[in-house]
């Protein structure tokens, strides 16, 4: 199964749920008018459990249904102007996750047995938070391992600045490997075998007669340009 949306998309493990939506608009300050809110910030919600309806944002009113084995991940977008602030200066989402660093202190809600993790990054130029609540403490390797899972699934799409970079550079790596062969042969090619020839016909043709010319030559001859050995 497959979910997808806002330019984040996943393959769900067998086992788990999960659903794409925007997250809740604030609601207004008491002295503004109530307006029609602008489209807010994707957010992702997984889990190993029958996701319910109403959930909030960081899993309220989901967590509460998980029994001891369960795991749940939520996946928040910030605004782009967060991207690569300090809070989100990590790069790239987290693939492996380190189960030490799970305690029920970091979860939102506090629930018996529970623990949690928090997390703040950039991606393709996009601001996130992720949030895995484990559904027992007692057994975190196994579950961290299956949010891994779910994690591993998950693409992001940079966006169109991020992309321009990103796709750029690959190119240009890759054209002069494949570029430079096919127009420097004919000239590489070329060019050793006049210096080459002569110098094999020399040590042939002056074997017998000087070795001191063969001895002078060999230093700077094919085999320097063999090893290629400068950086």
């Known amino acids: ?26 609601p207004p300050a008491p002295d503004e008018a109530a ?11 997984a889990g190993t459990f029958p996701l319910p309806t109403d959930r909030g944002d960081f899993g309220s ?6 029994q001891d084995g369960d795991t749940f991940v939520a996946l928040l977008e910030y605004d782009q102007e967060e991207a690569d602030t300090p809070l989100f200066e990590a790069q790239g989402l987290p693939r492996r996750l380190d189960p030490r660093r799970f305690h029920r202190r970091s979860l939102q809600r506090v629930l018996p047995g529970q623990a949690g993790y928090q997390t703040f990054f950039t991606e393709g130029g996009r601001a996130f938070c992720l949030y895995v609540v484990l559904g027992d403490e ?11 899972q779910m994690l591993a699934t998950i693409v992001i799409d940079p966006l169109p600045g991020a992309a321009a970079s990103s796709t750029t550079d690959a190119p240009e790596t890759g054209a002069p490997e494949t570029g430079e062969p096919t127009t420097d ?15 094999d016909d020399d040590e042939v043709a002056t074997e017998d007669a000087a070795d001191d010319e063969v001895d002078q030559e060999r230093p700077t001859g ?10």
């Open 1 to 26: 199964m497959q979910v997808r949306g806002f330019g984040i998309r996943a393959d769900l493990p067998r086992g788990w749920e999960a659903a794409l939506r925007t997250a809740a608009p604030a």
């Open 35 to 45: 307006t029609l809110s602008a489209p807010t910030a994707p957010v992702l919600h």
């Open 61 to 66: 009113g989901a967590v509460e249904t998980m």
């Open 222 to 231: 094919t085999d320097d340009v063999d090893r290629g050995g400068r950086p």
């Open 185 to 199: 042969e004919p000239t590489t090619t070329d060019d050793p075998q006049p210096v080459v020839e002569p110098d």
């Open 138 to 148: 007692e057994d975190k390797l196994v579950q961290v391992r299956r949010a891994e």
